[in-house]
T-cell receptor, first 119, second 112 residues
Framework: DTEVTQTPKHLVMGMTNKKSLKCEQH?????MYWYKQKAKKPPELMFV???????INESVPSRFSPECPNSSLLNLHLHALQPEDSALYLC??????????????????FGEGSWLTVV | AQSVTQLGSHVSVSEGALVLLRCNYS??????LFWYVQYPNQGLQLLLK??????LVKGINGFEAEFKKSETSFHLTKPSAHMSDAAEYFC??????????FGKGTMLLVSP
């Protein structure tokens, strides 16, 4: 079973709200990722967690705060977002991260995404 | 450094026709190559990947791709298009311990 589950599917939030996106995988993967995808564009990497430690932060604004409570869960906390942050947020996982990368061509498995609209 | 170029932001085919989506890569070390498909309002699904070994890789839904090192290419093909193949297709590359680099994507349009 290669499944990454994301909740909620859709989220509308105001610019002063605090909300969270959640991601879960039960494949025993040790690397988890957050990507942001705007319409008609490829996914852009935001964060990588490898063995539950943040290994890559692609200069993401501090209004996005990731958290990895355990090896199966990944959260993205959102606060004081801007309308331009509206996008599809994709969670992903892979068997190993080896310090940030995929390692030996491991496949990255993606969730269905959370559609975020900031109003 | 690594990069991916997908030729053509849109490709249109008729149902039953050959599908050919082009991908060229740049990598300073041996690459690992992937094709993902994204249906409307969904996440990315892996179609196929090349790591090592056989250069002709077969994937899901009748798709296949051939790794050609001399041409730095990894083009995606399917002999006969179905309406259900209409989607965005992303080629991606990683070089062992680097993160995944995506191409800009190619939208496949299939007409009856």
């Amino acid at each position: 079973d290669t499944e990454v589950t994301q909740t909620p599917k859709h989220l509308v939030m105001g610019m002063t709200n605090k909300k969270s996106l959640k991601c879960e995988q039960h494949m025993g993967h040790r690397a988890m990722y957050w990507y942001k995808q705007k319409a008609k564009k490829p996914p852009e990497l935001m964060f990588v967690y490898s063995y539950e430690k943040l290994s890559i932060n692609e200069s993401v604004p501090s209004r996005f705060s990731p958290e990895c409570p355990n090896s199966s869960l990944l959260n993205l906390h959102l606060h004081a977002l801007q309308p331009e942050d509206s996008a599809l947020y994709l969670c992903a996982s892979s068997p190993s991260g080896n310090g940030g990368g995929q390692g030996s061509g491991n496949t990255i498995y993606f969730g269905e995404g959370s559609w975020l609209t900031v109003v | 450094a690594q990069s991916v170029t997908q030729l053509g932001s849109h490709v249109s085919v008729s149902e039953g026709a050959l599908v050919l989506l082009r991908c060229n890569y740049s990598s300073s070390v041996p690459p690992y190559l992937f094709w993902y498909v994204q249906y409307p309002n969904q996440g990315l699904q892996l179609l196929l990947k090349y790591t090592t070994g056989a250069t002709l890789v077969k994937g899901i839904n009748g798709f296949e791709a051939e790794f050609k090192k001399s041409e730095t290419s990894f083009h995606l093909t399917k002999p006969s298009a179905h309406m259900s193949d209409a989607a965005e297709y992303f080629c991606a590359v990683t070089s062992g311990y680097s993160t995944l680099t995506f191409g800009k994507g190619t939208m496949l349009l299939v007409s009856p």
